[in-house]
């Protein structure tokens, strides 16, 4: 461990020795035993000193490199950057530190003057015509994450190809105590005005397919202490609606003090914004993470709150959209639809009642944005709907990343219009259930932190990979994918970007799919399954979960 280096860079720098003094034996380990890596969304980990750390140093390394891409990639063209942030621990630190090392290439950079919606960056990106762009943010994790990720002049998150390229720079940089933080060429760094929300806004009301209706919906919307504050109910009012603002959430505030977690995927971020829909009887809410780019949602059913998966709401979502595309008549010819291998079954049957195509692609919204930017250029068809099981949504391709705004203004119409029809969206998603079946999708993730984890994980995803499995839970295993082989168990090459991930799918249209996290220290096991009752799909995800609980031990 390279600790002597960092301590002695405490002489010009304080910090690293006060975050060296208040750490453990166990996590100044943890902060060397590897450095931080690209994964499905960018470089993310927990701040402090260290090469496995978010700090300044690994930051401006990370930035180097991209300016060193940058300048290769785009020798004919002027080089501009947009910079967005959180509202994190050190966000509005880093983004200096990316200008500052960014105007050491030549390149101007213009960064938001406050906490903005990752969504928003993409936007600028392509409205700025950027040939990149830097977002700030550890999205969903608890307050002690930061996080980098970076950004094509598409406005999408670089893909494996792209990315390939600024780690090996990094690697060619060598140790990241070794990296300078240059003060930079000032005059090159911008501040995006305040009325540039204006233009992000106005395409994101653009999207509304009945905005005839009268709004009788009422909304109850929580920031998370996040960035989708004030812009979110801003356009939700704009637009005609009652929105009940969860004011102890709505500060940008980095300790995240007044939620159990940012992450919309865990119910304990409701809490609140439950207890605010109860008292002004809300009949929706909504709920964004930090960086805007997810969100979820809760319900008001049967006098209860009810609170509806990312496979649901992505469900719900294509069927209101593309029914309503048609009966407007303006459904595009050859329209698209996106998810990822991890979602459930349900979405795909839904576009295909409708005529929608369908296409697959890893988990991350970066080669769902790769996949819109491929389309357009082979003129085939037209983007309608991208989603992926993990609360992201993305409905018009303005932004190449998904976009919580552009997920709560269809959300709010949606049940505005169901509510119209004496339903509610747990009403219109039962009756899809009817339909096609009924589905039960959940993820269970097992945290396991340090060299020690990272062992476990690899340990646990080389049993599933080598081993002839059979049956899982009493059902057979019909089909197996390996996407790090890209094969099946047939031998057929799959058409996918290597990465860790398998999937089993099962004799009764069920799937299970098993995969390391890309920014966090988990192992996570995704279940989609299906019978002809929830009583009937639940039982059998809980038979399928023991059966996998008892060949990992965790």
């Known amino acids: 461990m390279n600790i002597e280096k960092w301590l002695e860079l405490s002489k010009e720098y304080p910090w690293i020795k006060e975050s060296y003094e208040a750490m453990s034996e166990k996590q100044i380990e943890d902060a060397f035993y590897k450095e931080l890596e690209f994964g499905t969304a960018g470089m993310r980990g927990v701040l402090g000193m260290g090469p496995n750390r978010m700090n300044d140093f690994t930051v401006a390394r990370a930035n180097y490199a991209f300016g060193q891409y ?78 980098y990720k970076i950004y094509d002049e598409t406005g999408c998150q670089l893909v494996d190809n792209k990315v390939a390229r600024v780690i090996e720079i990094i690697g060619e940089l060598g140790d990241v105590t070794d990296i300078a933080l240059p003060e930079g060429e000032r005059d090159l760094i911008h501040k995006i005005p305040f009325d540039f929300d204006t233009l992000y806004m106005d395409a994101v009301k653009s999207l509304q397919l009945r905005k005839e209706l009268d709004k009788k919906v009422k909304i109850v919307f929580s920031s998370q202490h996040g960035t989708s504050y004030p812009i979110v109910p801003n356009i939700l009012e704009e637009c005609g609606y009652d929105v009940i603002v969860v004011k102890e959430q709505s500060n940008y505030d980095p300790d995240f003090t007044n939620t159990k977690t940012p992450n919309p995927e865990e119910r304990a971020s409701y809490e609140l914004p439950i207890k605010y829909a109860e008292k002004y009887d809300a009949d929706l809410i909504l709920v964004c993470d930090p960086d805007a780019d997810r969100m979820g949602i ?167 990979r080598d081993n002839e499995i059979n049956e899982i839970g009493g059902l057979k295993v019909v089909d197996k994918e390996d996407y790090l082989l890209s094969v099946n168990s047939k031998g057929d090459v799959l058409n996918f970007p290597k990465s860790n991930v398998l999937k089993f799918f099962l004799e009764d249209g069920s799937w299970i799919a098993i995969r390391p996290s890309g920014t966090e220290p988990k192992c996570k096991f995704y279940y989609c399954v299906v019978d002809t009752s929830p009583e009937k799909s639940y039982e059998k995800f809980i038979q399928l979960k023991n059966a996998i609980a008892a060949i990992t031990k965790l």
């Open 70 to 147: 940058l300048t290769e990639t785009f020798s004919d063209k002027p080089l501009k950057v947009a910079i967005a942030y959180d509202n994190r621990h050190q966000s509005r630190e880093f983004a200096d530190v990316s200008a500052r090392v960014l105007s050491t290439f030549g390149i101007e950079s213009h960064v938001f003057q406050d906490p903005r919606p990752t969504p928003e960056l993409s936007f600028a990106v392509r409205s700025l015509g950027c040939v990149g762009g830097i977002v700030i943010t550890a999205s969903h994790n608890p307050k002690e994450y930061n996080g």
């Open 298 to 464: 809760v319900v008001k059913h049967q006098g209860q709150y009810v609170n509806l998966t990312g496979n649901q709401g992505g469900s719900l979502l294509q069927d209101y959209i593309y029914s309503s595309l048609i009966e407007k008549k303006m459904m595009p010819e050859h329209p698209y639809m996106f998810n990822t291998v991890v979602t459930s079954n349900l979405g795909e049957l839904i576009a295909k009642k409708y005529n929608v195509n369908v296409e697959k692609t890893l988990t991350g919204f970066k080669y769902i944005g790769e996949k819109i930017e491929n389309l357009n250029k082979s003129n085939k068809g037209t983007f309608v709907f991208g989603y992926e099981e993990s609360y992201g949504y993305l409905i018009k391709e303005f932004v190449r990343d998904k976009d919580a705004p552009q997920a709560c203004i269809m959300v709010a119409e949606m049940a505005n219009y169901y509510l119209h029809e004496n339903k509610t969206l747990v009403d219109r998603l039962n009756e899809l259930y009817d339909e096609f079946g009924y589905y039960h999708e959940n993820q269970v993730a097992f945290t396991l932190a340090g060299a020690e984890g990272l062992a476990k994980i690899q340990e646990t995803l080389s049993y599933f």
